[in-house]
């Protein structure tokens, strides 16, 4: 069963949705930075967190995410077997949060049905990319680069 979704009114009158985020790093660290980033943000809220693969697995299942962050190496199952293994069974924006920066890492993050794949070294853009991935667009990678507005 679905999780309903959730709403926040703001203070214009309107709402917004809020979506529900499980963080999948074997690195407690990694969770509790992504934890302390996220409750700045009342638009999101984080629904559970797993170690690795298997972990991600059930929790997905049994908390239907509206999106994932996934690392990729992980114990017991790697992150992207994981989200195979996920996408064969939800609909959710899988996004790939690992160390790697290569086109080849990015490939392999959306032919394993990731919605999205960032460097953790661009995590200033986390908020953007999970966003991207919701929005089902392709966020692959250096889509997510700082630019200098003036161009150079």
Same mark, same amino acid.
Not at 3 to 22: F, Y
Not at 59 to 86: N, S
Not at 122 to 137: G, I, K, S
């Given at each position: 069963?679905?999780?309903?979704?959730?709403?926040?009114?703001?203070? &214009?009158?309107?709402?917004?949705?809020?979506?529900?985020?499980?963080?999948?790093?074997?690195?407690?660290?990694?969770?509790?930075?992504?934890?302390?980033?996220?409750?700045?943000?009342?638009?999101?809220?984080?629904?559970?967190?797993?170690?690795? !693969?298997?972990? =991600?697995?059930?929790? =997905?299942?049994?908390?239907?995410? &509206?999106?994932?962050?996934?690392?990729?190496?992980?114990?017991?199952?790697? !992150?992207?077997?994981?989200?195979?293994?996920?996408?064969?069974?939800?609909?959710?924006?899988?996004?790939?949060?690992?160390?790697?920066?290569?086109?080849?890492?990015?490939?392999?993050?959306?032919?394993?049905?990731?919605?999205?794949?960032?460097?953790?070294?661009?995590?200033?853009?986390?908020?953007?990319?999970?966003?991207?991935?919701?929005?089902?667009?392709?966020?692959? !990678?250096?889509?997510?680069?700082?630019?200098?507005?003036? !161009?150079?």
């Amino acid at each position: 069963m679905q999780a309903e979704s959730r709403t926040l009114d703001l203070e &214009d009158g309107k709402q917004a949705m809020v979506r529900r985020l499980l963080v999948v790093d074997d690195s407690k660290a990694l969770r509790d930075a992504v934890q302390r980033l996220m409750a700045d943000l009342p638009t999101w809220r984080i629904c559970g967190e797993a170690t690795n !693969g298997r972990e =991600a697995i059930e929790k =997905a299942l049994d908390l239907q995410p &509206d999106a994932i962050l996934m690392d990729v190496l992980m114990p017991e199952l790697d !992150g992207l077997e994981a989200t195979r293994r996920i996408r064969q069974q939800l609909d959710v924006a899988i996004l790939i949060f690992t160390q790697y920066d290569s086109g080849q890492a990015a490939q392999e993050a959306t032919a394993a049905g990731a919605r999205g794949y960032l460097p953790k070294s661009r995590a200033a853009d986390l908020v953007r990319a999970l966003e991207a991935a919701l929005e089902q667009q392709n966020s692959v !990678g250096r889509r997510f680069e700082s630019r200098n507005p003036s !161009g150079s």
